[in-house]
């Protein structure tokens, strides 16, 4: 049976679904006129700043790294152009197969992979790094002619850092090298980071660190127009780059050169410093290294072999490394005595060769002693007895309170990284030092063996050397710095670095005439003539040994010693002594008597500086200048009350004579 439907509900449904369809078709149109409207009008600054993110590029301009140049003018760190194949991992699909194809076209050797591997861990993914510099036109050619089948290698020009003396100074020029996470981290916390962007080297030691700053510029901007590929098709803007300040020094590198081929294969360190200013003209650190080895990333193997020498190339010794200033020590004390009214110049003792306190004896460098000493003359012939004697009257404390205006114990402040504090012993000292009480507590017979340079006393040579600055500068006392003018490298426009006046230290012009005097006599009659033998300048100095460690009552002899043991040798000097253009300390690890190799170099030095004479060769080590007077015996052991780290124990023995008194 036929069932019909009226034909007036059919229309009335037809009609409805007609109503909804349209609705629901004008509810789907007006979302979508909403939506052109919000995308084509209300964000139509953002997604046009989209559009133009796609189709221009911004490119940043790295800034020429400035120059570093001599108080000469001579170049000590440049920058010169260079293609370098880079590889960016992130667009490298098999990173083997890429480097044997590379290997094919140009020439890389293992060496090459071993620092691109390095760097690759060190990287990030999308950043690209370098496999091989300096290319020739020809390799760059066969590079280019075949980049469309390396994807994510590219040929790139780059601005290279040279240092065309080699190892000369290098501690003091330092070296740039590819910036690390750390180095990210430490850009970022300074808000320096869009003036990073596309640096990949910064300073990493010496002035090439320090002065980072002014030496990287201002990175630069421009704008270039994309294809899909992400090539450059033209450029639209560009802003400039502003190149690094250049560096004018303080250092004369010639001078430099005849300090450093003094020492030879010695080590030890050289510090010469123009009193007046604070300017400083050298400083050696022995041996050195090269700092090219880390402008394209150093290898595995040569920073191994830098790393694992027993010598420690890159310790730079002359601001970082302390030692026991042995006699050096002494004309400070003298002056001491003198402005504290303990002793006066004329003052003399009974030098028999000991020093008695507390049932020990502290033994003099010369067997029976020196007689009659007065002040003059324990500075000239270097009497140990003498100061003993003065350090105990004067006390831990008061030598202390005398000594640090000249900077001991204290980092002078020069425009270098890695700057030593030094020890400057004192009570206090002690007891912020130490964190048992026992070891806490200072010892009277501590005082004595600090008289003579020894004990805990432990200075940079940097520090020795200025302090002799001031001394021989009227107690004027100096920042030592190395950079003397910052120069704009666009105007040319020099600014100075003016020298800093630290502090001004009172001392009476009697007794500071005293000291010198007998610092002069020192190299005319002294432990040191035989070195400044037919010297055509008048020259102060004074003669150094340092301990390395305590032999405990036995019998020094130097050839039954490991040489790493044998004692420091020391030197400080200044030139002309009527008006010092030059004061120097130079220190030679193990090098025995100040005398003996010490004083040789800073001969050298000396020479070349007053009277540009060149040095042909290595200072030659004095094996007899211990040996020419009845002043000078052969040197014997100095008994240290104990070891820097214990406290004194007296030993009821007599102790053989005292090797620290040269």
């Not at 400083?283 to 880390?294: H, I, R, V």
């Not at 910052?486 to 426009?493: A, M």
């Not at 630290?502 to 002069?520: C, F, S, T």
Request: hydrophobic share 35%.
């Amino acid at each position: 049976m036929t069932e019909f439907r009226a034909p007036a509900i059919e229309l009335a449904r037809f009609r409805l679904r007609v109503v909804v369809a349209v609705v629901f078709v004008l509810v789907c149109l007006g979302l979508l006129a909403a939506r052109f409207q919000f995308l084509q009008v209300q964000r139509h600054d953002y997604f046009l700043t989209r559009a133009e993110d796609n189709r221009i590029a911004l490119l940043p301009v790295v800034p020429h790294r400035g120059t570093i140049v001599d108080r000469k003018g001579v170049v000590l760190a440049r920058n010169y152009a260079t293609y370098t194949i880079e590889i960016t991992p992130s667009q490298v699909r098999e990173l083997d197969a890429t480097l044997d194809e590379l290997a094919t076209l140009v020439a890389i050797d293992a060496r090459d992979r071993r620092r691109f591997r390095k760097l690759y861990e060190e990287s990030r993914n999308f950043e690209s790094v370098p496999l091989r510099s300096r290319l020739t036109d020809e390799e760059v050619a066969r590079v280019v002619s075949q980049r469309y089948r390396l994807p994510g290698v590219d040929v790139k020009a780059r601005l290279l850092r040279d240092y065309p003396h080699g190892t000369t100074a290098s501690h003091v020029i330092g070296y740039i090298g590819r910036i690390t996470e750390r180095d990210v981290e430490r850009i970022e916390e300074a808000g320096e980071t869009a003036n990073y962007r596309g640096t990949l080297h910064m300073g990493k030691a010496g002035l090439e660190q320090s002065y980072e700053n002014e030496l990287h510029g201002t990175t630069g901007v421009e704008q270039v127009e994309v294809n899909a590929g992400g090539r450059a098709v033209r450029a639209l803007s560009h802003t400039p780059a502003r190149p690094g300040n250049d560096l004018e020094l303080t250092l004369d590198i010639e001078l430099q050169k005849v300090a450093e081929k003094a020492f030879g294969d010695r080590r030890g360190a050289l510090v010469a410093i123009e009193p007046t200013t604070g300017g400083v003209l050298a400083l050696a650190s022995m041996p050195t290294y090269d700092p090219n080895l880390f402008v394209d990333g150093i290898s595995t193997q040569d920073w191994k072999a830098l790393i694992d020498s027993p010598d420690h190339p890159m310790l730079h010794r002359a601001i970082y490394s302390t030692y026991p200033p042995g006699s050096t020590f002494k004309p400070f004390m003298a002056l001491a005595g003198l402005e504290t009214g303990k002793r006066s110049a004329k003052q003399a003792i009974h030098d028999i060769g000991y020093f008695n306190f507390g049932g020990h004896r502290f033994m003099d460098d010369k067997v029976g002693g020196h007689g009659m000493v007065d002040l003059h003359k324990s500075i000239v012939v270097s009497c140990n007895t003498y100061y003993y004697q003065l350090a105990n009257d004067l006390g831990i404390d008061g030598i202390a309170g005398f000594m640090a205006p000249f900077g001991f114990g204290e980092r002078t402040g020069i425009d270098l990284p890695g700057e030593a504090t030094g020890v400057l012993p004192s009570q206090e000292w002690k007891r912020n030092r130490f964190k048992k009480p026992e070891q806490q507590r200072w010892y009277a017979g501590e005082t004595i063996s600090v008289g003579i340079g020894q004990g805990y006393n432990a200075y940079t040579p940097l520090q020795l050397a200025n302090a002799l600055a001031a001394l021989v500068n009227d107690g004027k006392l100096y920042r030592p710095h190395v950079v003397k003018y910052v120069v704009d490298s666009r105007t040319g426009e020099r600014r100075a670095v003016e020298p800093e006046p630290l502090r001004e230290i009172p001392l009476r012009d009697e007794h500071l005439k005293a000291v010198l005097d007998a610092m002069v006599e020192v190299n005319t009659s002294g432990t040191g003539r035989r070195a400044f033998k037919g010297a055509p300048y008048s020259v102060g100095g004074k003669t150094g040994t340092a301990q390395v460690f305590s032999l405990r009552g036995q019998r020094y002899v130097e050839g039954r010693v490991r040489e790493r043991l044998r004692d420091h040798s020391w030197f400080v000097a200044y030139a002309p002594a009527e008006n010092p253009k030059i004061a120097l300390a130079v220190l030679v690890e193990n090098g025995g008597f100040g005398a003996q190799s010490a004083a040789p170099i800073a001969r050298q030095v000396i020479d070349y500086y007053l009277l540009n004479q060149p040095v042909v060769a290595p200072a030659v080590e004095d094996e007899e200048a211990v040996e020419t007077t009845d002043d000078e015996p052969a040197p014997q052991p100095n008994p240290q009350p104990a070891p820097r780290s214990q406290p004194a124990v007296p030993a009821p023995p007599p102790s053989p004579p005292a090797r620290s008194g040269r």
